[in-house]
């Protein structure tokens, strides 16, 4: 079964990523029928904890179809940014099959993407750890 996992950075500094299995065979069905469960689910869990809500641009999604693409997302996922296994392991990603793309959950997030706001944003590049 395929799983997607969205993954969010914070203005705070922290990271959060949370996954769910899907029967929809590819990314675009996905992001094209249901994106905004997992967002939702995100604010749902930030609040709980009293954190932000307010993301530092555009989340990522990643699509694994099948399990092995899911432990090379979830390994990649645990990796410190910018280091050589980060390196490695989004090769194993990608060479897995995953499929990637980045997913606006707000109206302002989905303005500055269109807006090209974002284009030397590097999401990952502050990010503390994962909540």
Same mark, same amino acid.
């Given at each position: 079964m395929a799983?997607?996992?969205l993954l969010s950075d914070f203005v705070d500094g922290t990271s959060m990523a949370? $996954?769910?299995d899907t029967d929809l065979?590819?990314?675009?069905d996905y992001m094209t029928q249901s994106q905004g469960r997992l967002w939702a689910g995100v604010?749902?869990?930030r609040?709980?904890?009293?954190l932000t809500t307010i993301r530092r641009?555009?989340?990522?999604?990643?699509? $694994?179809?099948?399990?092995t693409a899911t432990v090379a997302v979830e390994r990649y996922l645990k990796t410190a940014t910018g280091s050589e296994e980060?390196?490695?392991a989004f090769e194993a990603m990608n060479n897995s099959g995953v499929s990637i793309a980045p997913h606006v959950?707000?109206? $302002?997030?989905?303005? $500055?993407l269109l807006d090209g706001q974002l284009r030397d944003l590097r999401p990952q590049a502050k990010a503390q750890g994962f909540s």
């Open positions: 799983v997607i996992t949370l $996954a769910e065979g590819n990314l675009n604010q749902q869990r609040r709980k904890q009293g641009g555009p989340g990522t999604i990643y699509f $694994a179809p099948d399990e980060e390196k490695s959950g707000a109206e $302002a997030e989905r303005m $500055a």
